[in-house]
């Protein structure tokens, strides 16, 4: 594991490093940056694969003294990041590490912000009667990813669970994005089938969906365009083989940084497949990633003829030889690939979660009125909805 392997993006102040064990330069990174004790945020799971103290012990190394808070679930609690918070008092740390995936890293970047800036995490959401702006600033925050799906360390937002009332809120700061990215992809060997299936989906939909939202169809814009395209790409090659052989680094390189690509997406918008998806995670607790890669083909499908020529690029970047095709064959023969890969994936299907189709009318009004369907290529209304939902159930 040659340093010299390693690949160094800087951009404003936010670094990213990308490379085989890149993770041993954290401890220098951070040592450089001032910080004395960081808080380390992280799950269960990812310690359980010894990422976190083999990372703790290198922080250690450099002078830098580490506290580790290891409750973050999947679907992050505001409670979580009041624990975080008070533990980071209560040790006088000046700097928080995500180890983990979107949940850790949504959980460091409240905790990070929430040090200085007043109130709770949950009055800086839509969801409250005052809501706070952001005042002061952040401590150092920095991201070691160990999955390839959300893309967080790249958008400036945080998911958080608000448990009053229930809901996932959507809470946005500039202040969340970090100081150092490391994109080691050894830290994703240990991400089982299941969830590298589910993540990659999470990544290909913020590519799919956000390379072909409204506005990018009316105002193209090259630097989306090819963080999407190549996003896609990268899936399309690479997520079979991380999915067969979990160490196979070329492959998991590949799906962590295609999933970085369409993290910088998110800024673009995303589409159908995340304003939906959003029922099937609440009523039916389907996670993230699985359930906007089951309505994806069909989101596709039923957007195609906003922009058969945008599908025509979907289907060149995953790798289909277009020759001969128009751009409709085009789009349709990218929709049969990305059910192949759901197939050769093995991920679940809309069906597996809700067991009768009549179901899906207990949720479909409340689907409508989201802001990513706001931005999908086609309007989203009740017989749209309908259609994706019963054919993702339906598996047609
Ligand atoms: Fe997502």
């Not at 150092?180 to 994703?188: F, N």
């Not at 290909?204 to 939202?213: E, N, Q, S």
């Not at 699985?290 to 058969?308: C, F, H, R, T």
Request: proline residues 3%; negative net charge.
């Amino acid at each position: 594991m040659s340093k010299s392997r390693w690949s160094v993006m800087q951009i404003g102040k936010m670094k990213e490093i990308i490379g085989e064990g890149a993770a041993e330069a954290l401890g220098e990174e951070i040592a450089a940056r001032g910080v004395k004790k960081a808080l380390i945020v992280t799950d269960d799971g990812v310690v359980a694969a010894g990422h976190v103290a083999r990372i703790s012990e290198n922080l250690k190394a450099h002078g830098v003294d580490n506290v580790i808070y290891d409750g973050v679930r999947t679907d992050p609690l505001d409670e979580m990041v009041r624990e975080g918070l008070k533990l980071l008092n209560e040790q006088g740390c000046d700097g928080v590490l995500a180890v983990g995936g979107g949940s850790s890293m949504d959980t460091a970047k409240a905790i990070s912000a929430m040090k200085y800036n007043e109130g709770d995490i949950m009055e800086y959401t839509r969801h409250t009667e005052v809501r706070r702006g952001w005042k002061a600033g952040r401590l150092p925050l920095f991201f070691a990813v160990t999955t390839a799906g959300t893309g967080s360390q790249q958008s400036p937002y945080a998911v958080i669970t608000n448990t009053k009332i229930n809901r996932k809120c959507n809470v946005t700061s500039e202040l969340f994005y970090p100081d150092l990215i490391i994109l080691d992809a050894t830290l994703t060997y240990t991400l089982n089938q299941k969830w590298t299936a589910s993540c990659g989906f999470d990544t290909l939909a913020h590519a799919i969906d956000g390379y072909t939202v409204k506005q990018l169809i009316c105002v193209p814009n090259d630097y989306y365009d090819t963080l999407a395209l190549k996003a896609i790409e990268l899936t399309g090659k690479s997520l079979r083989q991380a999915y067969a052989i979990p160490q196979n680094y070329e492959a998991r390189k590949d799906m962590l940084v295609a999933s970085d690509l369409a993290g910088l997406m998110l800024s673009a918008g995303t589409g159908a497949t995340h304003g939906l998806a959003n029922m099937l995670s609440k009523y039916y607790h389907v996670p993230h990633g699985e359930s906007v890669g089951m309505l994806l083909p069909y989101v596709m499908e039923y957007n195609m003829i906003a922009s058969p020529e945008r599908f025509r690029k979907v289907a060149e970047a995953l790798g289909i030889d277009t020759a001969g095709m128009t751009d409709m064959e085009a789009g349709h023969a990218a929709v049969d690939e990305v059910k192949q890969l759901i197939r050769d994936v093995h991920l679940p299907y809309v069906c597996d979660y809700i067991k009768e189709e009549k179901e899906i009318y207990n949720f479909l009004e409340e689907s409508l009125p989201n802001t990513c369907n706001y931005a999908n290529a086609r309007e989203i209304n009740y017989e749209a909805a309908e259609w994706i939902f019963v054919s993702a159930f339906r598996k047609e």
